[in-house]
């Protein structure tokens, strides 16, 4: 498989009228600001959206964009799969935002949701905490400790996080159906 390509957060910027701007991040990290226009579809409803988005890219380019451009481009790699040219902003929100690129906040407000980097951080931080404290009662407790480090290892070298993942599926990261069923109408329609 090839790499996506990629439009620095310029290059997008000068496109952005022309380009069908998909957001693979939770609903909560997109309220808190995206890209003018960017549709939502978390990555892991990404599989539901094919058709939707197969039919949407007949009708002009589509970038992917994420926080960061890890999750953009393993979805870039999804799509290219399945017969969908994409690109992924190199840098994702972070890199538009620090272009000096204004972010769209839903109805001005600037909702405080945590990004996934943040969730994964506090979370792998508690476990390995509990697993050493714990292990002063039990040394087993200190598995989980290594069970995260593993996990963080295997997520830089196959650039992929499990973590994010299951934290992903939590409710406060799942989309309202409402508003999924919204953004798979207007990939119909364009």
Same mark, same amino acid.
């Given at each position: 498989m090839s ?6 957060a310029? +290059? ?9 701007v998909?957001?693979v ?7 808190a600001? !995206?890209? %003018?226009?960017?549709? =939502?579809?978390?990555?892991? !409803?990404?599989?539901?959206?094919l ?6 890219? #007949?009708h ?12 953009s481009? =393993?979805?870039?790699?999804?799509l290219?799969? #399945? ?16 272009a ?18 943040? +969730? ?15 292990? +002063?009662? !039990? %040394?087993?407790f ?15 070298a196959? =650039?992929?996080?499990g973590?994010?993942?299951l ?12 508003d ?8 119909? =329609? !364009?």
């Amino acid at each position: 498989m090839s790499t996506p390509r990629t439009l620095d957060a310029d +290059q997008a910027s000068s496109r952005l009228h022309e380009l069908i701007v998909l957001d693979v991040r939770t609903p909560g990290e997109y309220a808190a600001g !995206h890209l %003018p226009g960017a549709l =939502n579809i978390p990555l892991d !409803h990404l599989d539901r959206a094919l058709p939707d988005i197969r039919h949407a890219s #007949q009708h002009g380019d589509i970038l992917v964009v994420c926080a960061s451009g890890s999750r953009s481009e =393993n979805a870039c790699h999804t799509l290219a799969a #399945q017969g969908i040219t994409t690109a992924t902003l190199t840098g994702g929100t972070g890199a538009w935002a620090a272009a000096g690129h204004a972010l769209h906040h839903p109805d001005g407000a600037r909702r405080t949701a945590w990004s996934m980097e943040r +969730q994964v951080r506090l979370t792998a931080g508690a476990v390995v905490l509990a697993g050493l404290t714990l292990g +002063q009662l !039990h %040394p087993a407790f200190r598995l989980a400790s290594a069970g995260i480090a593993g996990g963080l290892v295997l997520s830089a070298a196959t =650039n992929t996080c499990g973590m994010a993942a299951l934290l992903a599926k939590l409710p406060h990261n799942r989309p309202h159906q409402g508003d999924l069923e919204a953004t798979l109408a207007a990939l119909r =329609n !364009h």
